[in-house]
């Protein structure tokens, strides 16, 4: 019995475990370890369906998809709960159960207040976040999309720095706008289909057939866009990210950076470029220039910043440059570059937050003057930070170098402009990335700082997310072998 | 010898109005025997017969009765804005019960006056002759406006009593007016026979008596349902009521006053649809946008709930605008989740509220969070299903309500719909960033809950969320409620 909704025990198991330490609310330890044990459990059983590959479900699934599930609910509106796995939806919901292992461990002792609360919310996010990429009934979808803001803004605002209110609110506007003309678009084509083929549904697979005139799809398809390329962030819609991330907590930024900005790629793929593959070829180019302009532009601000965590946020709308390309070039290649590239850019972005959460709980400064010299004090943690660094700027052998590689060659044999002006902005990755390893690593300290070195929870985090970075980019393989088989299939479809 | 005939008279359709005034008068009496520490009695005495009410509204369902030569007619449509009405009247009591002993106003004449005013609602939803609407509206006006100026020590209370009196007896004017000039045109009350009368005589529609008579009973159900620009009295009336009254104001009269407005405007002006339409379009967008901005600046937490309410009679106005099957079953699920959500919101004002209505500014809730944080969660809950995110009932009832709008090809409605949607969004996280990020300098020791008040948010919560995830029975009915 169970075995045939495991993808609605996967959605739902950490918000169990949320309940649970809302209810029990005993001791703070108590909660973090109750947090931990989800974490952990959710891991595993993401792991468990890497070794599921032949199709195994209860109900008839489409092409590529090995899970399925699929049962009433509204059927008033023609509503069901829809829930399906395949290659691209295995890899981000293993990346969401890593990553919030992580964002547990690197909130261990840096929250101190209402600390029960906040593993509750991470947790309830993570729910949130597997529902999106899991779900497959485009209300259903909604509802995911739009139930994981909710507990990012109680995050950033409860236990954020600086600005926080102001950020907490300012994401949840933003994020909340683009959202609502998506709903539009949504029921749109909803009572398209239904009245084109007589039965009213939000089904994925239901939806995709339905035919849309070109200049009605246009702009179905620049609301989708409008919600998606908010969350993504395409250049010019970023203007939330910086704040957010700069005054989120730690375990909010790694959340944020690594899995909230994929729910956005990843909707592209998913529901925008296969609903509306006319609409989205005419607006490929719009999307080409916002992806190679965010590279440089994003990289560009980022070399100006002064505060780490905001040199970091602005290199993710660098980095999230190089997936929009890869899915606006929408070629086998490109798109599974993409898909890569989300995974690496979640790893890697994400330990570069955890990091600068560590520095700043050692000197509470994130200023990049307040450094220098940290290499001579605390070796261990000097040396991931230059491992991601180095992988953040697209070494060889690193796990960012094979994605952004790969997107960039499978863009360059459709659209060689873009590619070109995209390599580029590579340079300018490597231009702040250098300086800031050369400014907080080397050079002459500038400020007496007492550091202590890694402590045994933080070197853990750093050590396994450093064996992804490592293991992504040297055999990349398998999971190019995953995404292989629904990529093409996506690309199939225009 | 003669024999006078006596018409037959069937008492069945009006038979939960019956009930009702009965309870209601028999309550009057049993007041004045009661002793004033114990009028909480009355408060159960009034539910017993609310759900009595009730079940003989129920047994209505599913076989339209008309009577009295069809001025009253029992349908779904009836039923199901009484029970929305009953619903609204019995929360409101509920949570009036501490309110009244906080403040001292512990008259037993606010039960009875929450149950005629129910009865008066009740006659608007099941009236298909323009006299018995205007009657009931005047048993429901006459009540609430004693009701707003309950609390008599209170200036802010005896302000909103008198205000509420002077425009809503101008805008009974208005319907009146209307009524007297659409009679005049058509030769008759009944509006089942108004809508014969401009079937038979299509030239009807050019006579200005009767274009005139349309438009002023237009504007003066626009005065009942707050939309604007008619909606002035609003924010001063629902701010100086007392805090219950306002939670039932809010809800159950508001819905009885887009009951009589759909039910007068479909059945007897059809054929003058797309002018009406025309109308409802600006006045949604009016609503919605009026409400929401003037929202945004409120710290009082009544007065935000006001013009948030002026905003959610403009999204109902959207499924009128639509004015197909989807839209009015929309406004029907939407009328009975606001009077939860909204009531619900009240209840937890009345608890955090101190004496003489202090303790009422968005403010006074900071720290709420981390002090009550099962009460504040509760009012999130409301908060976020008021600014319609899933999955709550408000998302739902938007869903529909916008879904119905892009059907008849108001998409722009719909699109300025949500964005008020996005706009109002920010004066409920502004409550939320209050209970949770600021810091708290109260203790808000004197919160005690009575078990009334936690039936009541029982009810709310478990309506909001069960509306919001498995809406579908409810939608059902909802949709077999639109027969005129």
């Known amino acids: 019995m169970i075995s045939h909704h495991l993808l609605t025990l996967l959605v739902f198991l950490p918000s169990l475990g949320a309940l649970l330490i809302l209810a029990v609310r005993k001791s703070d330890a108590l909660a973090r370890l109750v947090?931990?044990?989800?974490?952990?459990?959710?891991?595993?059983?993401?792991?468990?369906?890497?070794?599921?590959?032949?199709?195994?479900?209860?109900?008839?699934?489409?092409?590529?998809?090995?899970?399925?599930?699929?049962?009433?609910?509204?059927?008033?509106?023609?509503?069901?709960?829809?829930?399906?796995?395949?290659?691209?939806?295995?890899?981000?919901?293993?990346?969401?159960?890593?990553?919030?292992?992580?964002?547990?461990?690197?909130?261990?002792?840096?929250?101190?207040?209402?600390?029960?609360?906040?593993?509750?919310?991470?947790?309830?996010?993570?729910?949130?976040?597997?529902?999106?990429?899991?779900?497959?009934?485009?209300?259903?979808?909604?509802?995911?999309?739009?139930?994981?803001?909710?507990?990012?803004?109680?995050?950033?605002?409860?236990?954020?720095?600086?600005?926080?209110?102001?950020?907490?609110?300012?994401?949840?506007?933003?994020?909340?706008?683009?959202?609502?003309?998506?709903?539009?678009?949504?029921?749109?084509?909803?009572?398209?289909?239904?009245?084109?083929?007589?039965?009213?549904?939000?089904?994925?697979?239901?939806?995709?057939?339905?035919?849309?005139?070109?200049?009605?799809?246009?702009?179905?398809?620049?609301?989708?866009?409008?919600?998606?390329?908010?969350k993504f962030p395409l250049f010019p819609l970023h203007t939330w990210l910086p704040d957010a991330h700069t005054d989120a907590p730690t375990a909010g930024s790694v959340i944020l950076a690594s899995l909230l900005l994929k729910t956005g790629a990843y909707g592209l793929v998913r529901f925008g470029y296969p609903l509306f593959p006319d609409a989205a070829r005419a607006f490929t180019p719009l999307i080409y220039a916002a992806a190679v302009f965010g590279i440089s532009y994003g990289a560009w601000i980022a070399f100006a910043q002064k505060d780490m965590k905001r040199l970091v946020a602005y290199s993710s709308v660098s980095h999230m440059g190089f997936v929009a390309l890869g899915i606006a070039a929408w070629s086998p290649i490109a798109l599974s570059g993409a898909i890569l590239q989300m995974v690496n850019h979640g790893v890697t972005t994400g330990a570069l937050f955890a990091l600068?959460?560590?520095?700043?709980?050692?000197?509470?400064?994130?200023?990049?003057?307040?450094?220098?010299?940290?290499?001579?004090?605390?070796?261990?943690?000097?040396?991931?930070?230059?491992?991601?660094?180095?992988?953040?700027?697209?070494?060889?052998?690193?796990?960012?170098?094979?994605?952004?590689?790969?997107?960039?060659?499978?863009?360059?044999?459709?659209?060689?402009?873009?590619?070109?002006?995209?390599?580029?902005?590579?340079?300018?990755?490597?231009?702040?990335?250098?300086?800031?390893?050369?400014?907080?690593?080397?050079?002459?300290?500038?400020?007496?700082?007492?550091?202590?070195?890694?402590?045994?929870?933080?070197?853990?985090?750093?050590?396994?997310?450093?064996?992804?970075?490592?293991?992504?980019?040297?055999?990349?393989?398998?999971?190019?072998?995953l995404v292989k088989g629904p990529v093409a299939l996506l690309v199939g479809v225009k | 010898m003669e024999t006078i005939a006596i018409p037959a008279i069937n008492l069945a359709p009006i038979m939960p109005e019956i009930i009702l005034s009965c309870i209601a008068m028999l309550l009057l009496l049993v007041n004045v025997f009661v002793p004033s520490e114990s009028k909480g009695y009355l408060g159960v005495l009034s539910l017993v017969g609310l759900v009595a009410t009730a079940a003989s509204v129920v047994s209505g369902w599913g076989q339209p009765v008309a009577a009295f030569g069809g001025a009253v007619q029992l349908d779904n449509f009836a039923v199901f804005f009484k029970l929305i009405f009953i619903c609204s009247a019995a929360l409101a009591i509920l949570i009036s019960d501490k309110y009244v002993v906080r403040e001292e106003i512990n008259h037993g004449e606010l039960y009875p006056l929450i149950l005629f005013a129910t009865v008066g609602m009740m006659l608007m939803a099941c009236g298909m002759d323009l006299m018995v609407i205007f009657l009931g509206l005047e048993v429901l006006s006459i009540s609430l406006y004693v009701l707003a100026g309950f609390n008599r020590g209170s200036l802010k209370s005896n302000e909103a009593g008198l205000k509420y009196f002077l425009l809503g007896a101008f805008s009974t004017g208005f319907l009146l007016y209307g009524m007297a000039l659409t009679y005049g045109a058509t030769g008759s009350t009944k509006i089942g026979n108004i809508a014969g009368f401009v079937a038979t005589n299509p030239q009807v529609a050019t006579n200005s008596l009767f274009v005139v008579g349309m438009l002023l009973i237009a504007v003066g159900f626009s005065f009942k349902t707050a939309a604007a620009p008619f909606h002035m009295w609003t924010p001063d009336v629902y701010e100086g009521a007392p805090t219950p009254i306002t939670a039932f104001m809010s809800a159950g009269p508001k819905a009885a006053a887009f009951a009589a407005f759909?039910?007068?405007?479909?059945?007897?002006?059809?054929?003058?649809?797309?002018?009406?339409t025309d109308l409802l379009w600006i006045l949604a967008v009016l609503t919605m946008t009026v409400g929401n901005i003037i929202a945004l600046s409120q710290d009082n937490i009544k007065r935000m709930l006001a013009y948030s309410s002026i905003a959610h009679a403009g999204y109902a106005l959207v499924g009128f605008t639509a004015c197909n099957p989807e839209g009015v079953a929309g406004i029907l699920f939407y009328m009975l989740s606001y009077t939860f959500m909204n009531i619900g919101a009240f209840a937890v004002i009345v608890l955090i509220g101190k004496k003489g209505e202090a303790n009422g500014n968005v403010q006074d809730f900071a720290g709420l969070g981390q002090k009550r944080p099962l009460l504040a969660a509760i009012l999130c809950v409301f908060l976020f299903s008021l600014a319609g995110i899933p999955p709550t009932a408000g998302f739902v009832g938007k869903f529909y309500l916008f879904?119905?709008?892009?059907?008849?090809?108001?998409?722009?409605?719909?699109?300025i719909g949500v964005l008020n949607s996005a706009a109002s969004v920010y004066y409920y996280l502004r409550v939320m960033v209050y209970m949770y990020f600021k810091p708290?300098?109260?203790?808000?020791?004197?919160?005690?809950?009575?078990?009334?008040?936690?039936?009541?948010?029982?009810?709310?919560?478990?309506?909001?969320?069960?509306?919001?995830?498995?809406?579908?029975?409810v939608l059902e009915l909802a949709q077999k409620a639109v027969q005129f």
């Not at chain 1, 459990?41 to 899970?67: C, I, K, M, N, R």
């Not at chain 1, 690197?106 to 919310?121: D, M, N, T, Y």
């Not at chain 1, 996010?125 to 509802?143: N, P, Q, R």
């Not at chain 2, 708290?440 to 009810?459: Q, Y």
């Open chain 1, 35 to 230: 947090a931990l044990g989800f974490a952990v459990a959710e891991l595993v059983l993401s792991g468990y369906f890497f070794t599921l590959d032949t199709v195994h479900t209860l109900y008839p699934a489409p092409a590529g998809f090995f899970q399925y599930e699929n049962v009433h609910w509204i059927d008033f509106f023609g509503i069901r709960y829809t829930l399906g796995m395949d290659g691209i939806s295995l890899l981000m919901v293993a990346l969401t159960a890593f990553i919030t292992v992580i964002g547990v461990g690197v909130s261990w002792q840096g929250i101190k207040e209402r600390v029960p609360l906040h593993f509750a919310l991470l947790l309830l996010m993570e729910s949130g976040i597997l529902g999106v990429f899991l779900a497959l009934d485009l209300f259903l979808f909604y509802l995911f999309w739009e139930v994981m803001l909710i507990p990012m803004f109680f995050l950033i605002g409860i236990w954020g720095h600086g600005r926080r209110i102001y950020s907490a609110v300012k994401f949840f506007l933003y994020t909340f706008l683009g959202s609502l003309l998506m709903l539009v678009a949504i029921i749109t084509i909803f009572l398209m289909h239904g009245a084109q083929s007589g039965t009213y549904s939000f089904a994925l697979v239901d939806l995709i057939g339905t035919k849309v005139p070109y200049d009605v799809g246009l702009w179905l398809f620049a609301a989708f866009l409008l919600a998606f390329a908010i």
């Open chain 2, 440 to 473: 708290s300098e109260e203790d808000f020791d004197w919160v005690g809950m009575t078990p009334a008040i936690a039936v009541c948010l029982l009810l709310c919560v478990a309506t909001t969320l069960v509306l919001g995830v498995v809406p579908g029975t």
């Open chain 1, 356 to 481: 600068v959460g560590m520095l700043d709980e050692r000197t509470h400064s994130r200023e990049i003057d307040t450094y220098g010299g940290v290499w001579g004090k605390v070796p261990a943690l000097s040396f991931f930070f230059l491992l991601f660094c180095m992988a953040s700027a697209g070494l060889p052998g690193l796990n960012n170098f094979v994605g952004e590689f790969l997107v960039l060659i499978g863009t360059f044999k459709v659209a060689p402009l873009p590619a070109g002006f995209a390599f580029l902005g590579m340079v300018l990755t490597l231009v702040y990335t250098v300086r800031l390893v050369q400014e907080i690593l080397f050079g002459k300290e500038r400020k007496p700082l007492v550091m202590h070195d890694l402590s045994l929870r933080e070197g853990g985090i750093l050590a396994v997310l450093a064996v992804g970075a490592v293991y992504l980019g040297v055999s990349p393989s398998p999971l190019l072998e």
């Open chain 2, 262 to 276: 759909i039910r007068v405007m479909i059945v007897a002006f059809p054929t003058l649809k797309h002018d009406w």
């Open chain 2, 403 to 415: 879904s119905a709008a892009i059907k008849s090809g108001y998409i722009w409605l719909a699109i």
